[in-house]
């Protein structure tokens, strides 16, 4: 069965950087389109950042300009990039990926979420 496990998050102060990683494990034929949510306590989880399999991207508007998300294929490997963090990005953040398990079956798999605090 397949995995993904975050790893990245933690405690950072107000105007700094955090690298999230999101790494799938298991039997697998491709690690295709991904995607980043976050959910803060009281709210609805909302899309932060998508890739597609062919490359695109988009950005939640609160977060355009300061994350960025990316993958390594060759690694089965997730990232996002958060730069100039605010109070507001606090918030428990999961990965989604599409992962190609047989030749013809794709499923969405969840992390666990990691939990990125920002202090002011």
């Known amino acids: 069965q397949v995995q993904l496990v975050e790893s990245g998050g933690g405690l950072v102060q107000a105007g700094g950087s955090l690298k999230l990683s999101c790494a799938a494990s298991?039997?697998?034929?491709?690690?295709?389109?991904m995607a980043w949510y976050r959910q803060a306590p009281g709210k609805e989880r909302e899309l932060v950042a998508q890739?597609?399999?062919?490359?695109?991207?988009n950005y939640a508007d609160s977060v355009k300009g300061r994350f960025t998300i990316s993958r390594d294929n060759a690694k089965n490997t997730g990232y996002l990039q958060m730069n100039s963090l605010k109070p507001e990005d606090t918030a428990v953040y999961y990965c989604?990926?599409?992962?190609?398990?047989?030749?013809?079956?794709?499923?969405?798999?969840w992390g666990q979420g990691t939990q990125v605090t920002v202090s002011s």
């Open positions: 989604n990926a599409d992962i190609k398990v047989t030749t013809f079956l794709t499923n969405h798999y």
């Open positions: 890739l597609t399999s062919g490359g695109s991207t």
């Open positions: 298991g039997i697998m034929f491709s690690f295709n389109a």
